[in-house]
Nanobody, 119 residues
């Protein structure tokens, strides 16, 4: 059974940092693009960041560019999202995803982890 398990969410003050992790279990995702999405209450799910299978290409939403960094460790089948200079508007459930192409559809999704940024 393919599973993506997010961790690292929590409550932080504005200006603080969090590091999210997403580990794969049940399958090997070394050749899969990885991405992070988020969804706030009453909002549509939105793209946050993506990384190609070998880490050579990354893409970020404009709202997080310069503050968030996506990275991956294929030996651990894990993708990370380092979030710095957090803002209250970053508050959302963050979801990890995996798919065959960085600019394609994502076939596997995690259960989500809550990030709350207080003002």
């Amino acid at each position: 059974q393919v599973q993506l398990i997010e961790s690292g969410g929590g409550l932080v003050q504005a200006g603080g940092s969090l590091r999210l992790s997403c580990a794969a279990s049940g399958r090997i995702f070394g050749n899969y693009a990885r991405a992070w999405f988020r969804q706030a209450p009453g909002k549509e799910r939105e793209f946050v960041a993506a990384i190609s299978w070998n880490g050579g290409s990354t893409d970020y939403a404009h709202s997080v560019k310069g503050r968030f960094t996506i990275s991956r460790d294929n030996a651990k089948n894990t993708v990370y999202l380092q979030m710095n200079s957090l803002k209250p508007e970053d508050t959302a459930v963050y979801y990890c995803a995996a798919g065959p192409k960085v600019d394609g559809q994502y076939d596997y999704w995690g259960q989500g982890t809550q990030v709350t940024v207080s003002s």
